[in-house]
């Protein structure tokens, strides 16, 4: 399976990750920008296909450490991963 990691503007494939952890790495060497950016301050985000808590349809969730296999093990083919970094 493939999956699509989104930072800033630019898009690249990868493997889903078997851990958090890894799908960190995986960011990290893709986007060379992140490299250096304290690994506490990533985040993975998907977009909810329903609204969540009544809030408008499509919005961003953020993936738990403890919930990355179940969650990505639910995302289609080619879906992007939002790799978003905190100021």
Known sequence: DILTYRHGSRMVYVTPAETFEASLDFAQEVFPELRNVDRE???LEVHSPQSVRGQAPRS??????MAWLP??????RFEVVEVCVAP
Request: glycine letters at 6%; proline letters at 0%.
């Open 60 to 65: 961003t969730v953020q993936i738990g450490r």
């Open 71 to 76: 969650v990505i093990s639910t995302l289609s």
């Open 41 to 43: 301050r990533i985040s």
